[in-house]
């Protein structure tokens, strides 16, 4: 079980979503989970966390 969960709210975000999503999986932190939560982006933000 993790000690820390991240929950990214995500909608039309492509531009900045990479950016984000390397941040958190580059934290000293390693026992973390990470929930994307994509509210129908019209963009390519699901293809990203895909």
């Not at 929930?35 to 895909?50: A, F, M, P, R």
Request: proline residues 4%; negative net charge.
């Amino acid at each position: 079980m993790p000690k820390v969960s991240v929950i990214i709210p995500v909608y039309n975000v492509e531009k900045y979503l990479r950016e984000c999503l390397d941040s958190v999986v580059n934290q000293t932190l390693k026992d973390i989970e990470i929930i994307c939560v994509d509210d129908g982006s019209t963009d390519s933000s699901l293809e990203i966390l895909k």
